[in-house]
C-alpha cells in the first residue's frame, strides 16, 4: 500500500497509536510503511475514522498539516520574536522594531497561520493586548496541538495544596498544617 509521503513518521506512528496499535518508534519510516497492512489489521476503529477504506485514503491522501520550510521557518520566527519585542517594549514605535501601526498588523497577519508553533501563539495574544489591536487575531492551531493544549491546561489546574494556618494567641507559635 502505498503512504503518502508528506505523512512523517511520527504522524503515521501518531495515527496509529490513537487506533489502538503500538508502533515501535525505532523503526524507520520505510520499515513502517512496508508493514502497514500488518498494523490496519490490528486498528480498532473509532468516530473519526470508521473503517479500513477511510483509513487507507486517509494515508493516501496529503496530510492536512502544514510544515514550513527551514527559510519559512526562520521568517515566521523573526516576526513572531520583533512583535513579543514591541509588546515588551510597551508598544512604542521606536523605528527599530516598527514605525507605524500597520507594520506590526502586517507581522501578525503574516504568521497566525502557523499557530502550531509557540511563538506565534504568544505573539498573537500579546499584539492581541496592545492598544493598536486592529482585528482580534487568533492563530490557527492544528486539532492535534489543541488537544494536547488541552491536556496540559488540566494538568495544570489539578494542582491542590491545602494550607491551614491557624493563629495562636500571643506570644504562642503559629501552627501551620498541610493536608
Known amino acids: ?56 485514503e486517509y494515508l493516501k491522501k496529503p496530510s492536512n498539516k502544514q510544515r514550513p520550510t527551514s527559510q519559512q521557518k526562520r521568517d515566521i520566527m523573526f516576526n513572531a520574536k520583533k512583535i513579543i519585542k514591541w509588546s515588551k517594549n510597551d508598544y512604542i514605535f521606536d523605528m527599530t522594531t516598527y514605525c507605524s501601526e500597520i507594520d506590526p498588523y502586517n507581522d501578525i497577519m503574516s504568521i497566525y497561520m502557523w499557530g502550531d508553533l509557540p511563538s506565534v501563539r ?9 492598544v493598536y489591536c486592529k482585528n482580534h487575531i487568533n492563530p490557527i492551531i492544528s486539532q492535534e496541538v489543541e488537544e494536547e493544549l488541552n491536556q496540559n491546561k488540566i494538568i495544570k489546574r489539578q494542582v491542590i495544596n491545602c494550607l491551614k494556618v491557624k493563629h495562636a494567641e500571643k506570644g504562642k507559635p503559629f501552627l501551620v498544617r498541610f493536608d
Request: positive net charge.
Open 1 to 56: 500500500m502505498l503512504v503518502d509521503k508528506t505523512h512523517s513518521k511520527k504522524d503515521i506512528v501518531n495515527l496509529f497509536r490513537k487506533l489502538g496499535v503500538i508502533i515501535n518508534d525505532d523503526l524507520t519510516k520505510g520499515k513502517i510503511v512496508s508493514n502497514i497492512e500488518n498494523y490496519i489489521e490490528n486498528v480498532i476503529y473509532n468516530d473519526k475514522i470508521k473503517n479500513c477504506t477511510e483509513l487507507k
Open 122 to 130: 504568544r505573539a498573537c495574544r500579546l499584539y492581541n493586548l496592545s
